[in-house]
């Protein structure tokens, strides 16, 4: 396991000293970088930035976390002695510049490596959704055989696979770059070299070597922020590409609702809610509504379904919200959890005795036996508490990643705790027929309750 990781702030190109303090979906750039890395795994981060970078880097990141988890240098010596030699544990080091989504840290620091080799994240140009506004920027072209970086070069050009500048070195490498770099200090009398340069001098060094080992990702795992118009590019790429509620979503919920919530989020984060403010919010709106439905009226009951989507939406918002700013908690994911199943089961309360309400039926009442026989079993059987395991498989040297598919027990649980059916009672509102519908689903969820303790697959649910 990766226990150090550096981050190199590259110098030049006309940026001022706090580029990388720029927000991407409401978090610094830098700081964003620095969670997904503990998020990893990673035990520390140091970053290494020019003098004049230092201080405001340094004011910042004392607010960010202890100084024995996240350091700055300013030179090559402190980084050596920030990351003393570990002979077990390689070292990730990436610039700043390059900017992955969060499973990617946690898929490179889990790479296996042979003693004396790199690791270096390679992009494969055909699959970039964009390229880098304005002036081209250089990239160092790399040329791969049988997952080995061949060759690299100084280039303009974007069309063929680029290395990334994120390298994962083995123990041994790690010394190998150690000493190169007092060599090269020595050598210049001075300490003052491009951290870039450095990186991709020692690269060429061990791809002479063949010892450079190709990780290759496509353009929507990682992009570069060179200049600040890519800023904003780069928190909607980061929206999109943010992974759903862990307790699984429905169909609509991933389609139209996150369509909706994507759009929304970015104007969100400029506000300061936390994930369990939303999911509050979420709650008291939705009792709202049950209180609304338990009226029995025509009107209260189509008042009540626009504010189950406003619910569907803030149950959305408040997931991506955490994911985002890395605040996602215990606390948090089981008041989502427990809030999410007590008010679905009010709201089918709600329309049952509010359909008792306006008819005087008293089999409006009864149904609320069979519905809470039915919450309860299914509840036991899915057990949503135990969460689809998300975490990414290792991955292979110069081949993408591919997620696992979903079995049937993983879909009936999403299914099962979605909010999908808040759509089906918007539109039985609006035709008024919530009576027949909290019948057919009273009856309906029993059954499916039966047939998940009962049926062919009652235990492995």
Not at 180 to 192: F, H, P, V
Not at 253 to 270: F, G, Q, S, V
Not at 271 to 279: D, E, G
Request: charged residues 20%; contains cysteine; hydrophobic residues 50%.
């Amino acid at each position: 396991m990766v226990k150090h990781a550096v981050i190199l702030i590259p110098e030049g190109r006309g940026r001022p000293p706090d580029f990388f303090l720029a927000p991407v979906a409401g978090l610094p750039l830098l700081y964003r970088q620095i969670y997904s890395l503990w998020r990893a795994g990673v035990a520390k981060v140091t970053v290494l930035a020019c003098p004049a970078a230092g201080p405001g880097l340094l004011k910042g990141l004392a607010r960010l976390a202890p100084r024995d988890t996240v350091a700055v240098a300013s030179d090559w010596e402190t980084i050596w002695q920030e990351t003393p030699q570990d002979e077990d544990s390689p070292r990730l080091m990436l610039l700043a510049e390059v900017f992955p989504l969060p499973r990617v840290f946690k898929e490179f620091v889990r790479l296996p490596l042979a003693p004396h080799t790199v690791a270096l994240a390679i992009i494969q140009p055909a699959a970039a959704p964009r390229l880098p506004e304005g002036p081209v920027q250089p990239v160092y072209q790399a040329s791969v055989e049988d997952s080995v970086v061949r060759s690299l070069t100084l280039s303009l050009s974007w069309e063929k696979p680029w290395a990334a500048g994120l390298a994962l070195f083995s123990p041994e490498a790690w010394q190998g770059f150690q000493d190169w770099e007092k060599a090269d200090r020595q050598r210049r009398g001075t300490s003052l070299a491009s951290p870039e340069n450095l990186l991709f001098g020692f690269l060429f060094q061990k791809v002479a070597e063949e010892k450079v080992i190709a990780v290759c990702h496509s353009g929507t795992e990682i992009m570069l922020i060179r200049q600040e118009r890519d800023f904003t590019p780069a928190g909607a790429w980061l929206v999109a590409a943010t992974e759903g509620s862990p307790w699984g979503e429905g169909f609509l919920e991933k389609t139209a609702n996150r369509y909706l919530a994507h759009k929304i989020l970015p104007h969100l984060l400029t506000f300061p809610l936390t994930p369990n403010q939303i999911t509050g919010l979420d709650l008291l709106v939705g009792l709202g509504a049950v209180a609304l439905f338990s009226q029995g009226t025509y009107w209260a009951n189509v008042t009540a379904a626009w504010l189950l989507l406003l619910v569907m939406l803030l149950d959305t918002l408040d997931g991506l919200v955490a994911r985002l700013t890395f605040r996602e908690s215990p606390l948090g994911a089981k008041l989502d959890l427990y809030g999410d199943t007590v008010l679905n089961f009010l709201v089918f309360a709600g329309i049952a005795l509010g359909q008792y309400r306006s008819s005087g039926h008293h089999i409006f009442l009864w149904t609320l036996i069979p519905l809470t026989l039915g919450y309860w079993g299914c509840w036991k059987a899915l057990n949503p508490l135990r969460a689809v395991d998300a975490e990414p498989r290792p991955l292979r040297p110069a081949v993408p990643l591919k997620a696992p598919a979903s079995g049937l027990k993983d879909k009936l649980r999403s299914e099962a705790t979605s909010r999908d059916f808040f759509y089906l009672i918007w539109l039985c509102a609006l035709l008024d027929l919530l009576s027949a519908l909290i019948v057919a689903v009273a009856l309906g969820v029993l059954f499916f309750a039966l047939l998940l303790h009962l049926g062919p697959g009652k235990g492995r649910v």
